[in-house]
């Protein structure tokens, strides 16, 4: 007898939407193939749907441990007997039963996803899945990713994380920016930039300023109030430090290659309260040639709040500063950016050379 046939046959019959499965005559089947084989936990699970769906719940369980003893990641056995633990209130249970079902089956991730806010919104159930995480749980990315989502799933991402920072698996940067991403999507910039400030290690500390990493230092978190740089086929953006960079002139450096250059190349999105402020760069040229505007722009949702222009040539360590106002009503984040002002890549407009900006910054100027 042809077990594996048996088995196929009657779960597709379970499954059939379109017709009322025969029950009675399933259930005769899987006994009767159960004979011949005493050891296939999948019979013992199927029969155990058919007693749950004919109303026989506690025997059903019993079928689906007893499968779950003969193979533990037996999958629909598993799927049950973690609604039954969710449903009984054994929350610790049920996210040990989750983790052995996301290890074997990995994209069975959606189908238990919108039973986890429940799960956390319990202290034994959020103390389960924080367990879970610290030993290194493979769905630990799927699980912040779908939380990420809404508004209660993030505050739940936001303690776990916080909680991960001191353990043996800290949050990656990947992680924190499901935080920081998640907050700016519902608008609220202020929390945004807060766990963004929280998420930097020590060293990254020293790096902070109204601008992030204002010499431009190697060091990326890839987070959204971090450097972006822009992959360009028209211009080539390297960070060094003064150790690092040819004849110690640190900072970003930007090559043009004789092309045209539409948009951006570099940016960051910073949060500056309502106040009177000046951004200032320091920067050297080489035989910098630029057919259309290169320049710094400061923008709100709103429209721009300042910008200014990059000069042409050859210079060294050139100060180059503006003023600007952020009003009680202008944005609370705003986007710093190095863009062209070319409208079309015409190849009439081609920019050449090197521009080193050794230092941007952002001051409050005295009210």
Not at 84 to 113: T, Y
Not at 142 to 164: A, D, I, Q
Not at 246 to 268: D, H, I, M, S
Request: hydrophobic letters at 40%.
């Amino acid at each position: 007898m042809n077990v594996d046939a048996v088995i196929g046959k009657i779960t597709d019959e379970l499954n059939d939407t379109n017709n009322t499965p025969d029950l009675d005559g399933l259930l005769a089947k899987a006994e009767g193939a159960l004979r011949f084989d005493l050891v296939d936990a999948r019979l013992y699970s199927l029969i155990g749907e058919i007693k749950y769906r004919q109303g026989e719940k506690d025997q059903a369980y019993e079928l689906f441990d007893q499968a779950r003893k003969l193979s533990k990641t037996e999958i629909h056995a598993l799927q049950r007997s973690i609604g039954h633990s969710i449903e009984m209130g054994n929350l610790p249970k049920a996210v040990g039963e989750i983790d052995i079902l996301l290890r074997r089956w990995p994209d069975q991730f959606p189908a238990i996803a919108g039973g986890l806010p429940t799960i956390l919104s319990n202290p034994d159930g959020y103390q389960a899945v924080l367990a879970a995480l610290k030993a290194g749980a493979p769905w630990r990315g799927s699980l912040l990713s779908v939380l990420g989502n809404t508004s209660e799933g993030l505050e739940f991402v936001n303690r776990l994380l916080l909680e991960l920072s001191g353990s043996t698996v800290p949050p990656s940067s990947g992680e924190l920016s499901i935080v920081i991403n998640g907050y700016v999507r519902q608008k609220k910039f202020e929390a945004a930039y807060r766990f963004f400030l929280f998420s930097l290690s020590d060293q990254e500390r020293k790096l902070g300023g109204y601008i992030f990493n204002s010499t431009f230092e190697p060091v990326s978190s890839r987070k959204l109030f971090d450097w972006q740089i822009r992959d360009q086929s028209g211009m080539e953006v390297t960070f060094a430090t003064s150790q690092d960079a040819v004849e110690g002139e640190g900072g970003a450096t930007v090559r043009f290659l004789n092309t045209p250059v539409k948009n951006y190349g570099l940016q960051q999105y910073i949060a500056l309260p309502p106040g009177s402020y000046e951004i200032s760069l320091i920067a050297s040229a080489r035989n910098l040639k630029l057919p259309k505007e290169l320049f710094w722009s400061l923008r709100c949702q709103t429209g721009e709040i300042a910008r200014f222009n990059i000069p042409e040539g050859t210079f060294n360590r050139q100060a180059l500063s503006q003023d600007f106002l952020i009003g009680p009503d202008t944005c609370p984040m705003q986007l710093l950016r190095l863009e062209t002002a070319a409208i079309a890549e015409s190849w009439r407009f081609r920019y050449v050379g090197t521009l080193i900006m050794h230092k941007l910054s952002i001051e409050r100027l005295p009210s």
